[in-house]
Every structure is written in C-alpha cells, then in structure tokens.
C-alpha cells in the first residue's frame, strides 16, 4: 500500500472531461464552460447535442427531496493504473486501463477515467462545494455510472497535491508514464454512502441514461489545492445544475 | 403556483421545499391512520371517481408536487382520494413514499372505480386496489433500476447454515430435482397478491431461494412460472417459496395433492 501510494504520488492532477466514445455519445471539441460556445450554447454546436436543451433528465441537479430507501452498496474494485492524461484545452482527462471495476447489487461496471471539476456539479440542498471528483464507468451494454466524489476545503490532500505537481498544465499537453502509476480509490472516502438517481452526461453530447451516485460525504482538498486546479483549466469547469423534474432521487440507505 | 424549477429564485425554491415539506409530512400523518374507513367519495362521474381537475392539471402539466399541496390541503377521506394523493407523489419523485400507500391501498381491497388521466397516458382507471397494485409494481421495478434493495439479505444468526431449507421438503434438499415430475393442477386463483400461502420450501438466503427456485419447478411442472417468494423472520430471515392464491379452498387442494405423492406443503395465511 505504502508502495501503491507513493508511485501514486508521483503521478500527475487529473482532471475534468472525459474522451467520449460509442454512437451516442461522439465528442464535441469546440464547446465550452463559458462565453459563446458555453452551456447555454451546447446544443447548437452540432445536432448530436440536442439533448443538452430538449433533454428531461439532464445532470448535474440539485439533490434535495430524496427519498430514503434500503439500497446495494457500492463495491469498488478499483486496481493500480498508468498514468495516461491529456489536457485538451477546456480540461484534463485521465484514462484509466481496463481492470478497475464497480459493483452495486448484480451490475458491475469498468472504470473508464477520472475528472475533476471547479466547482462541484452537483449541489446538495442548494450547497455547493468548490470541487469534485468524477469516476466514470461503463457497463457491459455501454451504459455509464459516474461517482461524483464531492470535495470541501480543508486539509491538504497529499496524493491530489502529487497529481497536481504533475498535471499537464498546456493545451495539447499529455502526460502518460508506465512507471508512474495511481489508484482511484485513494480519492474516494471510506464511507461511500450515496445519493442515487438517472441523468446524462454533463458535457455535450449530454446523453441520457446514465446513473448517478453522489456520494454524501465530501473528502478535503486545502484552499491552494482548490485554486490550483481552478486555475490549471483556466475557471470553472461545471456545467449548471439543470431542472429535475420530477425525477427520483434516493438516499440510499445501507442493507 | 405552477413555476418550473429552472424559473425559481432562490426564495421559490425555498418556499417550494417547505410547502413540499409540509405536504409530505401531512402524506405521513395521514398514512399513519386507517383513512380506509371512512367513504367520502371523489368527485365521481356515474360510479366512477375522477381525479380532480386541479390535481390532474397539475399533474399533467408536470407540477405534481402542487398535486400533492392540493390533495393534502384538506382531510382525504375516500380511497379514491389517498390512490390520488398515492399517485402524485410518485408522479412528484417520490416513489418510494407512494410505493408505501400504494401498498395499503391495495391491501384495503377497495372496489371503488376511479379514473384519471393526462391526455392518452392512463394514470388509473379501475378499482383503487388493482390500480395500486399496478402502481406498487410499476415502482417496485422503478426502484429496482435505481439500486434499490427491496429485499435486503439479513445477517443470519450464529449457527444456523446458509444453504440447508428450513422445511423437510424431501424433494428440495437437492438443488437439482432428477426425481418423476410431481402431477399437480395449475391452479386459477393464482396471484401474486393472494392471501393464501401455499408454502413448498424456506431458504435462509435470497441467493439458495433463486437457485432452487427451478428445482421445485422442476419437480411440479404445474407451477412453472408462478412460484413466488415470501421473506419472513422465523429467528432471522427465511425465504419462504411458494404459490400465492385468492382461493383458500384452491390453495388447501393445491397442497393436499402436493402432500399426497410425499412432498412438503402447508398453506399460509399471508395476512397474519
């Protein structure tokens, strides 16, 4: 462990969006978090983002309302990777290698990447948090489960700090090392209690399906960690919280 | 009244969740009391309650949490208007609260006729416990998308094995039958809410219930596709798997020829 954790701490930030692939979901590289090709504009930077405006069950909300029910907890089984990431201009994406899985009841799904985001996407009645993580998998049938893994100020994070010692700071920038690796785990509190409900993807093409699990306790970064990634993407990097419409949102409760 | 989330300001917002708030907690307290007594009917059209126009509007337009700030802002009275009340809750994302009154709704039996719906998209219509019926299903699946665990294994008590039924089901010790099929009738009084318990086997976990499951099919063809599961605490968590019936008199057959070629059977209240 000690060992895991120290090639984690030579790796590198990672950070927000995602490489998406698969029919529905074919990226879109000209959008953006702000000014003229931003949220409010996604939709009409190609016909494949339709969803992010006509879309009913879009992410990221607002959780408030939930309803408590008994619910499978969530099993991570998530393995030592390379580092493999990119900065592509509106944000960092890290690839994980195929072997890290997620289990909640009889589905189980791969981890795919990570991201951060400044702010948090998601609110917690009304709350916001400055930051989050995103762990990003995918089933057998191409359907996704992000864990949104909230982050509050406080304590210095010392494997975020490491990536952030890392990250590729300049557009077009990659850093991938074979001999440099990370766990996702390492960013995930112990008690993985969650929010749960159906959304999209928070980045265009906004597809719909995907499942959600915000979990409830937030892990710290220190204000400087914070700021340092808010600042490597150059503002924020969320989306705003969309309308829930009358969707469920369960507070998962354990067996 | 009618303000799309995306609207609200920040004092909208609040003073939605509060009137939600209130509105949940008067749902809460009235599921509390036995609000199947009494016979105030819904505005009704012939013998059949409609749901009303404001709440079906509301509904319908989306806003089913103003359904609910409706329904409740005076005493409900006839099942009628609890399968209603029922019914915007779930529509307002609260499925897991709906799915309670649905419940109690359906095992009130009410015959009372109602009707409601949004253009083509049927919300109820018939009696107010098939709909409820219809109704907890359709959520039971809902939840079950969302992870949720609606039959939760429970720890077992020290000393008791995992695998081994509870019952003496000769037959079902094995998980696979190799033995004759067992000539039994299918029975017509067969459902899955049925008061009577025709009990076969008991398992200690969900995971020997499933695998069994095709063993006792196996053994009575006749079953095939009706056996359904019951957990009860008979010193921890039991799995009991069997057939449920409407007819008390079908399920006593059902079991007596069960018994007659040398397998377990005992019919079960289910309502005790």
């Not at chain 1, 981890?111 to 996407?121: D, G, M, N, R, V």
């Amino acid at each position: 462990m000690v060992k895991k954790t120290s090639a984690f701490l030579k790796a590198g930030f990672i950070s927000t969006v995602f490489a998406f692939t698969g029919a529905t979901t074919q990226a879109q590289d000209n959008w953006s978090y702000s000014g003229n090709n931003g949220p409010q504009a996604w939709h009409q930077l190609s016909p494949a983002n339709a969803l992010c405006r006509t879309g009913q069950r879009q992410s990221p909300i607002n959780i408030e309302g939930t309803d408590p029910v008994i619910m499978h907890r969530l099993i991570t089984d998530y393995k030592v990777a390379p580092i493999d990431m990119k900065n592509n201009s509106h944000s960092v994406s890290m690839t994980y290698t195929p072997g890290s899985h997620l289990r909640v009841g009889a589905k189980f799904f791969t981890l795919q990447s990570l991201s951060f985001h400044t702010p948090a996407e998601h609110t917690v009645s009304g709350e916001s948090f400055p930051m989050s993580v995103q762990f990003k998998h995918r089933g057998p049938n191409g359907d996704w489960a992000i864990i949104e893994v909230l982050v509050k100020e406080g304590r210095e994070n010392i494997a975020a700090q490491e990536f952030l010692n890392n990250m590729p700071i300049e557009a077009g920038q990659s850093m991938k090392s074979a001999s440099t690796f990370v766990n996702a785990r390492d960013l995930m509190p112990t008690d993985k209690a969650y929010y749960r409900y159906m959304g999209s993807l928070t980045t265009p093409p906004c597809s719909e399906g995907v499942s959600w699990y915000v979990l409830k306790r937030p892990v710290q970064f220190s204000k400087a960690q914070i700021d340092l990634a808010k600042g490597i993407v150059g503002g924020d990097s969320a989306r705003p919280v969309q309308a829930r419409n009358n969707r469920m949102i369960l507070d998962a409760r354990p067996q | 009244m009618h303000v799309h989330n995306k609207n609200q300001g920040p004092k909208g917002h609040i003073f939605r969740a509060a009137s939600l708030a209130l509105s949940l907690s008067l749902l809460a307290a009235c599921s509390s009391v036995d609000f199947f007594s009494s016979s105030r009917p819904a505005k009704t059209s012939g013998d059949t309650a409609q749901m009303p126009q404001d709440v079906l509007g509301a509904i319908c337009e989306g806003h089913a949490e103003d359904a609910i700030t409706i329904m409740t802002s005076e005493p409900l009275m006839s099942a009628s208007d609890r399968l209603f009340l029922a019914i915007a809750t779930e529509e307002a994302g609260h499925s897991a609260r709906a799915r309670q009154l649905y419940a109690r709704l359906m095992q009130s039996g009410s015959i009372e006729m109602v009707s409601a719906r949004c253009g083509r998209r049927i919300l109820a219509e018939g009696t107010v416990s098939d709909e409820a019926a219809k109704r907890l299903a359709a959520v039971a699946r809902d939840l079950a998308v969302l992870d949720a665990n609606l039959r939760p294994v429970m720890p077992l008590h020290k000393g008791l094995p995992s695998a081994a039924p509870i019952t003496n089901a000769r037959a079902n010790n094995s998980p696979s039958y190799t033995g004759p099929a067992l000539n039994v009738a299918t029975p017509g009084s067969q459902s899955p809410f049925g008061q009577w318990f025709v009990h076969l086997a008991s398992y200690r976990t969900i995971e020997n219930a499933t695998k069994n499951r095709s063993t006792i099919e196996t053994q009575f063809p006749a079953l095939s596709g009706i056996i359904d599961q019951w957990e009860v605490d008979v010193s921890g968590l039991a799995i009991r798997l069997g057939v449920r019936l409407n007819d008390k008199a079908e399920a006593d057959s059902l079991c007596n020829a069960v018994k007659s070629q040398g397998a377990y059977c005992a019919v079960m209240d289910t309502s005790n």
